[in-house]
């Protein structure tokens, strides 16, 4: 079913860009869907918990500021604040205080943490490697680096 409307107020998708579009829609949504599978089949652990858990041994500390742990993996405070609730339950983060800050609350990894990240970790790689990473040629992989840098610097621009 075609949308009617005057081609003047909208600049609709062309068939080209428009094939670009949504596989990349759909591709995303079932690649985190099979992801996520893959880590909760083998670890019990989902792929956003392990997103957390990656982040945050990416530092020298083990920790970061819940607000910079939100905006770098794209969530709400009030989201991952959630999530980290149920990850300290589990015992894989705690919860400090900021030293630059004492208003501020990082996310810290235990232990526990590490370790689940350690077994994870290979299962994970396989599973990026499997399904994008080695579908790609060398120049698809910079090429596609390259225009979702992009995309994400604009979007960063749009929330700062």
Do not use: C, N
């Not at 094939?19 to 690649?31: C, G, K």
């Not at 990656?54 to 009030?78: N, V």
């Not at 370790?115 to 579908?135: E, S």
């Amino acid at each position: 079913m075609a949308v009617d409307a005057d081609p003047g107020e909208t600049r609709w998708l062309t068939e080209k860009e428009m094939t670009a579009w949504r596989p990349y829609i759909v591709s995303t949504l079932r690649l985190r869907q099979r992801l996520h599978r893959e880590l909760v089949e083998a670890h019990d652990v989902s792929l956003i918990d392990y997103e957390v858990l990656a982040a945050l041994s990416a530092t020298s500390t083990g920790s970061m500021r819940m607000t910079e742990l939100a905006a770098l993996l794209g969530s709400t405070k009030s989201r991952l604040s959630h999530q980290i609730g149920r990850m300290e339950r589990a015992g894989h983060i705690r919860r400090g205080k900021d030293p630059d800050d004492k208003r501020g609350v990082t996310a810290e990894l235990t232990d526990a943490g590490v370790a689940l990240l350690r077994t994870a970790a290979p299962k994970h790689v396989a599973g990026v490697r499997a399904h994008m990473i080695d579908l790609l040629t060398e120049d698809e992989q910079a090429a596609l680096g390259s225009a979702f840098t992009r995309v994400l610097g604009h979007l960063e621009q749009l929330d700062e």
